[in-house]
């Protein structure tokens, strides 16, 4: 039987619970990875990227990027993406 993991107050995650929020971030990508983590700490870690780091094992500077994207409405772009791949056509002939 799992046994339950008290996260906060409001609420508790069993391990499989646990292992499953996991698991569902490991097949995000990026920006759509940091959102659901910064859901995720949001409900059940009272927006503490360090809570939701010891608890779910998952970076505490992606958690944070994620709640400031959250309380901002500014997506984050890393440089590899910003700047790789082709040059737009505008971006060429200036």
């Known amino acids: ?22 698991l569902a971030a490991s097949k995000m990508d990026g920006v759509e990875r940091r ?4 859901t995720m700490a949001l409900k059940y870690c009272q927006g503490s990227a360090r ?4 608890l779910f094992g998952w970076g505490r500077k992606n ?3 994620g709640l400031a994207e ?6 984050c ?14 971006e060429k002939q200036l």
């Open 1 to 22: 039987m799992d046994t339950l993991v008290s996260a906060t107050s409001t609420g508790s995650l069993t391990r499989s619970q646990i292992q499953d929020l996991r």
């Open 35 to 38: 959102g659901f983590q910064a």
């Open 63 to 65: 958690i944070e990027v």
């Open 70 to 75: 959250k309380r901002t409405g500014i997506i």
């Open 51 to 54: 809570l939701a780091e010891t």
């Open 77 to 90: 772009v890393g440089l590899q993406s910003a700047l790789s791949g082709a040059k737009r056509w505008e």
